[in-house]
């Protein structure tokens, strides 16, 4: 027999074939049992949210005036009612909506236009950087909760104005990454070497320079999507997010807080939901980041 | 490095008119005529016609900012919609408050994070260093003015231990003491996470490069290792603590609402619910001025430790 024969038709199959990064990063991920968890979590609450017109039992605002704060597992009522007798169970859901689109909206705004702000400001550098990175850094002399609170506060309150203020609240943070990111890239060999043999500036950036910069700036963007959603629940909170009587996990608490004295359990249930989601949001952040190997 | 100080000294001066523009803005994001922003619906005519000359609604912008940073400058903040007082007056009473409040909840979450940060780092993979690392994420996870709600529910409602609100009437160290314990737990948590979190990462930074193993192959002993370790650490846990205290300062707004602390937190609270602009505009004006001379005095002090980063 020829010695060709023993060797087999399939050899990556024997000794394993080097894996692409997006497969590593997946198979790691399959391993991780606390993002995959967290994953679920998030999973779950994203279906919720999306199915809460069918999975409501109520009318999220109807409510009686007989059957107000009814204790958690109150027949008819799984979660109890809340101070005007609306059933918590299909405010939580439908708040559930509420708060994710205030979370995630601002953070995806600020995904868009930071990314093209730093790669542009990183890329170009010169007087273009200088320009964009001072008026970045502005933003950085207020605290995130007190910008918010700024813009929200002089625009007034609703979603829109909450997606406002909390846009500009994240844009410079993703900016800095976004900028810093690029301005390492654009050192690296490979661009010079792409420059050197003919490519054009929009070539270059966009087959060499965004595919290596997106993905810290993405695993960025999923850090803040806790804060985002603390923030937005936060205006809710203080009166200057969503208005009365939509359901928003932020409004839901600020209005059961007088009622405290009278439910101690049904009152938490709002908050309890946003510490979820925003545990959910971070530890699915630091799982997708020790994947990719990013350092933050 | 006396270079680097004047230059980072100068590096304050726009942000700090960049943030004044910020807060100058409001006036004019707000919907509506910007008299109405700043003045009671129910002025006089005469009022009004002063309100306008001191902002100078009939100029461009450049020149009503240019005359409200002179005013602002002079301590003028403008008089409140809601009470008609100087805004200034009532912004400096809130700001003692804020302070106390954020100096207790800064040492409780200084001493808790930096003592479970470097256990986690000197316990590397163990159940303390896994404790260590829920108990940040939880911090850094947690709306903190739910976490209030709940100390509430349990210490005041249900234990009936701690007072549930205001700061004391009473006179004496021990009410103040009762008054103060609740917010400064609520508002410790985020920076109990972060600085867990950046102490541990910090600690076994150092802990992992080669004069460590130096100094335990010398046969140093194991607690003067932990003090070199320390000190190789110091700038960035400095420069965590420097950044959480200024959150405080200017985070502690929802918590101060949850317990009607009399902070800035509580001004801002009670300015949002009467739409009163002008104070809004000082509180924030005071406390932005307040981050940002902060970060300076962070960044200063780093180079004092680590004068590496000046020749950067």
């Known amino acids: 027999m020829a010695i060709t024969t023993t060797v087999p038709r399939d050899l990556d199959a024997v000794v394993g074939a080097p894996m692409s990064y997006w497969r590593t990063v997946g198979w790691r991920l399959a391993r991780d049992r606390v993002t995959l968890i967290a994953g679920g979590v998030l999973l779950l609450v994203a279906l919720s949210a999306v199915l809460a017109p069918w999975l409501a039992p109520y009318d999220p605002n109807a409510g009686s005036i007989r059957l107000r704060l009814a204790p958690v597992g109150a027949p008819g009522h799984v979660l109890g009612t809340d101070e005007q007798g609306r059933d918590m169970l299909t405010r939580l859901l439908w708040g559930g909506r509420m708060t994710l689109i205030a979370g995630l909206t601002p953070v995806l705004v600020a995904f868009v236009i930071g990314t093209a702000l730093g790669v542009v400001a990183g890329y170009i550098g010169g007087v273009t950087n200088t320009l964009v990175m001072r008026t970045m850094d502005i933003f950085y002399a207020f605290p995130a909760v007190l910008l918010a609170i700024a813009i929200s506060g002089a625009l007034g309150p609703g979603l829109p104005n909450t997606l406002i203020s909390l846009s500009i609240v994240f844009i410079p943070r993703v900016v800095r990454v976004a900028e810093s990111a690029t301005v390492q890239v654009k050192g690296l060999e490979y661009i010079g070497a792409a420059r050197a043999s003919g490519s054009g500036v929009g070539d270059i950036v966009r087959h060499h320079l965004l595919a290596n910069v997106l993905g810290p700036i993405l695993v960025f963007a999923s850090t803040q999507v806790s804060l985002s959603i603390i923030l937005a629940a936060g205006l809710s909170f203080l009166g200057l997010g969503v208005t009365p009587p939509a359901a928003e996990w932020g409004l839901m608490l600020n209005t059961l807080r007088q009622s405290i004295y009278v439910n101690a359990v049904v009152p938490a249930l709002p908050g309890l939901a946003i510490f979820v989601t925003s545990m959910a949001f971070n530890l699915l952040s630091d799982g997708l980041r020790d994947a990719m190997e990013i350092r933050a | ?312």
């Open chain 2, 1 to 312: 490095m006396w270079v680097y100080v004047g230059r980072r000294l100068l590096l304050a001066v726009p942000t700090l008119l960049g943030a004044s523009i910020i807060v100058f803005a409001m006036v004019h994001l707000a919907p509506g005529d910007p008299i109405a922003a700043v003045m009671p619906a129910e002025s006089s005519q005469a009022e009004i016609e002063a309100t306008k000359r001191a902002y100078g609604f009939d100029k461009p912008l450049a020149v009503q900012y240019l005359v409200w940073l002179g005013r602002v400058a002079q301590g003028d903040l403008g008089k409140s919609i809601a009470t008609r007082r100087a805004v200034i007056l009532d912004v400096r009473d809130a700001l003692a408050n804020s302070l106390v409040l954020a100096l207790s909840s800064s040492l409780l979450a200084f001493a808790l994070g930096i003592g479970l940060g470097l256990l986690a780092a000197f316990r590397q993979g163990r159940l303390l260093d896994r404790a260590a690392s829920a108990i940040a994420v939880v911090g850094v996870s947690v709306p903190h003015y739910w976490a209030g709600i709940i100390l509430i529910i349990v210490f005041s409602v249900q234990l009936n231990w701690l007072p549930a609100m205001g700061a004391a009437d009473d006179p004496g160290l021990l009410p103040y003491l009762r008054h103060i314990a609740l917010p400064t737990v609520a508002l410790a948590l985020i920076p109990l996470g972060v600085i867990t979190r950046v102490v541990r990462s910090a600690a076994l930074d150092v802990l992992n490069q080669e004069f460590v193993l130096a100094l335990r192959a010398k046969g140093l002993a194991s607690r003067r290792v932990f003090a070199h370790v320390i000190k190789n650490s110091a700038p960035q846990i400095l420069t965590v603590l420097g950044l959480q205290f200024g959150f405080q300062l200017g985070g502690s707004v929802l918590v101060e609402a949850v317990f009607s602390w009399p902070g800035t937190g509580y001004l801002l609270n009670l300015a949002i619910f009467q739409r009163d602009i002008p104070v809004l505009q000082g509180v924030i004006l005071v406390l932005a001025t307040f981050f940002v001379l902060l970060n300076l005095a962070v960044d200063l002090l780093q180079t004092l430790v680590d004068p590496r980063i000046a020749r950067h």
